[in-house]
Protein backbone atom coordinates (compact mmCIF):
# COMPACT_ATOMS: atom_id res chain seq x y z
CA UNK A 1 0.00 0.00 0.00
CA UNK A 2 0.85 3.09 -0.55
CA UNK A 3 0.51 5.35 2.34
CA UNK A 4 1.61 9.28 4.16
CA UNK A 5 0.98 9.91 7.54
CA UNK A 6 1.38 13.31 8.80
CA UNK A 7 0.62 12.41 12.93
CA UNK A 8 0.44 16.20 13.81
CA UNK A 9 -2.89 17.98 12.98
CA UNK A 10 -2.37 21.37 14.43
CA UNK A 11 1.00 22.87 15.69
CA UNK A 12 1.31 26.64 17.14
CA UNK A 13 4.83 27.49 18.40
CA UNK A 14 5.31 31.56 18.83
CA UNK A 15 7.30 32.92 16.33
CA UNK A 16 11.16 32.49 16.27
CA UNK A 17 10.73 29.04 17.71
CA UNK A 18 12.02 26.37 15.45
CA UNK A 19 8.96 23.58 14.69
CA UNK A 20 9.62 20.17 12.90
CA UNK A 21 6.71 18.74 10.93
CA UNK A 22 7.03 14.77 10.70
CA UNK A 23 5.88 12.80 7.95
CA UNK A 24 5.96 8.98 7.35
CA UNK A 25 5.38 7.18 4.53
CA UNK A 26 4.93 3.41 3.31
CA UNK A 27 5.61 2.38 -0.25
CA UNK A 28 5.96 -1.08 -1.96
CA UNK A 29 8.47 0.90 -4.75
CA UNK A 30 11.74 0.85 -4.76
CA UNK A 31 11.77 4.45 -6.64
CA UNK A 32 9.83 6.62 -5.48
CA UNK A 33 9.50 11.17 -4.73
CA UNK A 34 8.52 12.70 -2.24
CA UNK A 35 6.97 16.29 -2.15
CA UNK A 36 6.30 18.78 0.92
CA UNK A 37 3.65 21.39 0.03
CA UNK A 38 2.76 24.60 1.76
CA UNK A 39 -1.02 25.97 1.63
CA UNK A 40 -1.40 29.62 3.25
CA UNK A 41 -4.55 30.83 4.51
CA UNK A 42 -5.28 32.53 0.87
CA UNK A 43 -6.06 28.92 -0.60
CA UNK A 44 -2.82 28.16 -2.87
CA UNK A 45 -1.15 25.59 -2.68
CA UNK A 46 3.16 25.82 -3.42
CA UNK A 47 5.54 23.73 -4.21
CA UNK A 48 7.99 23.69 -1.70
CA UNK A 49 10.47 20.86 -2.47
CA UNK A 50 10.78 17.28 -3.84
CA UNK A 51 13.09 14.36 -3.16
CA UNK A 52 14.01 11.16 -4.44
CA UNK A 53 14.20 7.84 -3.25
CA UNK A 54 18.15 7.37 -3.98
CA UNK A 55 18.93 11.02 -2.80
CA UNK A 56 19.21 10.61 0.76
CA UNK A 57 21.17 13.84 1.79
CA UNK A 58 19.34 16.45 3.98
CA UNK A 59 18.50 19.53 2.08
CA UNK A 60 18.86 23.38 3.82
CA UNK A 61 17.25 26.26 2.30
CA UNK A 62 17.10 29.33 3.91
CA UNK A 63 15.21 28.53 6.87
CA UNK A 64 13.94 25.44 5.51
CA UNK A 65 15.18 22.07 5.87
CA UNK A 66 14.37 18.59 5.23
CA UNK A 67 15.57 15.53 6.78
CA UNK A 68 14.62 12.04 4.66
CA UNK A 69 15.42 8.87 6.12
CA UNK A 70 14.79 5.89 4.39
CA UNK A 71 15.75 3.48 7.13
CA UNK A 72 12.47 4.77 9.06
CA UNK A 73 10.30 5.62 6.15
CA UNK A 74 10.50 9.47 7.38
CA UNK A 75 10.80 12.66 5.96
CA UNK A 76 10.48 15.27 8.21
CA UNK A 77 10.32 19.38 7.31
CA UNK A 78 12.01 21.50 9.83
CA UNK A 79 11.38 25.64 10.15
CA UNK A 80 13.79 27.71 11.67
CA UNK A 81 13.25 31.01 13.57
CA UNK A 82 9.61 30.97 12.52
CA UNK A 83 7.78 33.68 11.27
CA UNK A 84 4.31 34.72 11.23
CA UNK A 85 4.37 34.09 7.11
CA UNK A 86 4.99 31.04 7.52
CA UNK A 87 1.62 29.78 9.19
CA UNK A 88 -0.17 27.91 6.63
CA UNK A 89 -1.53 24.21 6.00
CA UNK A 90 1.58 21.87 5.17
CA UNK A 91 0.88 18.61 3.22
CA UNK A 92 3.96 15.96 2.83
CA UNK A 93 3.30 13.33 -0.39
CA UNK A 94 4.65 10.52 -2.11
CA UNK A 95 4.70 9.86 -5.83
CA UNK A 96 5.59 5.96 -6.30
CA UNK A 97 6.56 4.88 -9.83
CA UNK A 98 3.66 2.21 -9.93
CA UNK A 99 0.97 3.89 -11.62
CA UNK A 100 2.45 7.05 -10.83
CA UNK A 101 -0.29 8.35 -8.37
CA UNK A 102 0.48 10.93 -5.81
CA UNK A 103 -1.05 10.47 -2.11
CA UNK A 104 -1.02 13.39 0.05
CA UNK A 105 -1.06 13.28 3.75
CA UNK A 106 -3.94 14.72 5.80
CA UNK A 107 -1.78 18.14 6.26
CA UNK A 108 -0.43 19.76 9.47
CA UNK A 109 -1.92 23.44 10.35
CA UNK A 110 0.89 25.46 11.65
CA UNK A 111 -0.06 28.48 13.22
CA UNK A 112 2.95 30.67 14.36
CA UNK A 113 1.90 33.33 17.08
CA UNK A 114 3.40 36.79 17.04
CA UNK B 1 1.14 34.36 -9.59
CA UNK B 2 2.01 30.61 -10.94
CA UNK B 3 0.96 31.51 -13.95
CA UNK B 4 -1.93 28.79 -14.20
CA UNK B 5 -5.05 30.26 -14.46
CA UNK B 6 -8.48 28.54 -13.81
CA UNK B 7 -11.87 29.08 -14.43
CA UNK B 8 -14.49 29.79 -13.18
CA UNK B 9 -13.53 30.94 -9.78
CA UNK B 10 -16.28 29.52 -7.82
CA UNK B 11 -19.26 27.53 -9.32
CA UNK B 12 -22.40 26.78 -7.48
CA UNK B 13 -24.95 24.68 -9.13
CA UNK B 14 -27.33 21.37 -7.97
CA UNK B 15 -27.27 18.13 -7.46
CA UNK B 16 -27.31 16.06 -10.73
CA UNK B 17 -26.15 18.83 -12.96
CA UNK B 18 -23.07 18.63 -14.59
CA UNK B 19 -19.93 21.37 -14.82
CA UNK B 20 -16.70 21.43 -16.25
CA UNK B 21 -13.78 23.13 -14.64
CA UNK B 22 -11.06 24.79 -17.34
CA UNK B 23 -7.17 24.84 -17.05
CA UNK B 24 -4.65 26.65 -18.80
CA UNK B 25 -1.02 25.55 -18.03
CA UNK B 26 1.88 27.75 -17.40
CA UNK B 27 3.61 28.52 -20.83
CA UNK B 28 5.53 25.59 -21.95
CA UNK B 29 4.29 23.11 -19.49
CA UNK B 30 2.88 19.94 -21.13
CA UNK B 31 1.75 18.17 -17.84
CA UNK B 32 -1.52 18.87 -16.68
CA UNK B 33 -2.70 17.37 -13.29
CA UNK B 34 -6.02 17.45 -11.35
CA UNK B 35 -6.64 17.59 -8.09
CA UNK B 36 -9.77 17.91 -5.07
CA UNK B 37 -9.69 19.39 -1.78
CA UNK B 38 -12.53 18.45 0.36
CA UNK B 39 -13.02 18.69 4.45
CA UNK B 40 -13.96 14.60 4.29
CA UNK B 41 -11.12 13.52 1.82
CA UNK B 42 -8.61 15.85 2.54
CA UNK B 43 -6.66 16.69 -1.40
CA UNK B 44 -6.57 13.87 -3.81
CA UNK B 45 -5.05 13.38 -6.81
CA UNK B 46 -7.53 12.90 -9.74
CA UNK B 47 -5.38 12.82 -12.97
CA UNK B 48 -2.78 13.82 -14.96
CA UNK B 49 -2.29 14.38 -19.17
CA UNK B 50 0.92 14.91 -21.04
CA UNK B 51 0.70 16.50 -24.30
CA UNK B 52 -2.77 15.50 -24.64
CA UNK B 53 -2.29 11.43 -23.40
CA UNK B 54 -3.41 10.07 -20.16
CA UNK B 55 -0.68 9.55 -17.91
CA UNK B 56 -1.47 8.75 -14.57
CA UNK B 57 -4.87 8.29 -12.77
CA UNK B 58 -5.86 8.34 -9.46
CA UNK B 59 -9.06 8.91 -7.23
CA UNK B 60 -10.85 9.99 -10.28
CA UNK B 61 -14.79 8.68 -9.72
CA UNK B 62 -16.36 7.40 -13.24
CA UNK B 63 -19.14 10.49 -12.95
CA UNK B 64 -15.85 12.54 -13.54
CA UNK B 65 -13.99 12.85 -16.61
CA UNK B 66 -10.45 14.79 -18.23
CA UNK B 67 -9.22 15.90 -21.19
CA UNK B 68 -6.15 18.01 -22.79
CA UNK B 69 -6.54 19.80 -25.27
CA UNK B 70 -4.16 20.40 -28.32
CA UNK B 71 -3.70 23.80 -27.19
CA UNK B 72 -2.59 22.15 -24.00
CA UNK B 73 -5.76 23.28 -21.93
CA UNK B 74 -7.39 20.79 -19.69
CA UNK B 75 -11.14 20.47 -18.81
CA UNK B 76 -12.62 18.47 -15.89
CA UNK B 77 -15.98 17.30 -16.38
CA UNK B 78 -17.88 16.55 -13.28
CA UNK B 79 -21.68 15.26 -14.39
CA UNK B 80 -24.27 13.57 -11.70
CA UNK B 81 -23.13 16.02 -9.37
CA UNK B 82 -23.39 15.16 -5.76
CA UNK B 83 -23.40 16.85 -2.45
CA UNK B 84 -20.28 15.37 -1.59
CA UNK B 85 -18.49 16.58 -4.61
CA UNK B 86 -18.35 19.94 -3.26
CA UNK B 87 -14.65 20.93 -3.27
CA UNK B 88 -11.84 22.66 -4.15
CA UNK B 89 -10.63 21.31 -7.47
CA UNK B 90 -7.04 22.44 -7.73
CA UNK B 91 -5.37 22.25 -11.40
CA UNK B 92 -1.21 22.52 -11.75
CA UNK B 93 1.02 21.86 -14.38
CA UNK B 94 4.66 20.97 -14.97
CA UNK B 95 7.30 20.51 -17.85
CA UNK B 96 7.91 16.83 -17.56
CA UNK B 97 5.68 13.71 -17.81
CA UNK B 98 7.59 12.28 -14.32
CA UNK B 99 5.50 13.96 -12.23
CA UNK B 100 8.85 14.52 -10.31
CA UNK B 101 9.10 17.93 -11.45
CA UNK B 102 8.15 21.20 -9.46
CA UNK B 103 4.29 21.60 -10.29
CA UNK B 104 2.72 25.22 -10.34
CA UNK B 105 -0.79 25.43 -9.31
CA UNK B 106 -3.55 27.12 -9.81
CA UNK B 107 -6.03 29.29 -7.29
CA UNK B 108 -8.87 26.37 -7.53
CA UNK B 109 -12.45 26.44 -8.46
CA UNK B 110 -14.28 26.40 -5.46
CA UNK B 111 -17.30 23.95 -6.21
CA UNK B 112 -20.79 24.03 -3.92
CA UNK B 113 -23.51 21.56 -4.81
CA UNK B 114 -26.72 22.55 -3.27
Known amino acids: AQKVTQAQTEISVVEKEDVTLDCVYE???????LFWYKQPPSGELVFLIRRNSFDEQNEISGRYSWNFQKSTSSFNFTITASQVVDSAVYFC???????????FGTGTSLTVIP | DSGVTQTPKHLITATGQRVTLRCSPR?????VYWYQQSLDQGLQFLIQYYNGEERAKGNILERFSAQQFPDLHSELNLSSLELGDSALYFCASSVAPTGYDEQYFGPGTRLTVT
Open chain 1, 93 to 103: ALRGNTGNQFY
Open chain 2, 27 to 31: SGDLS
Open chain 1, 27 to 33: TRDTTYY
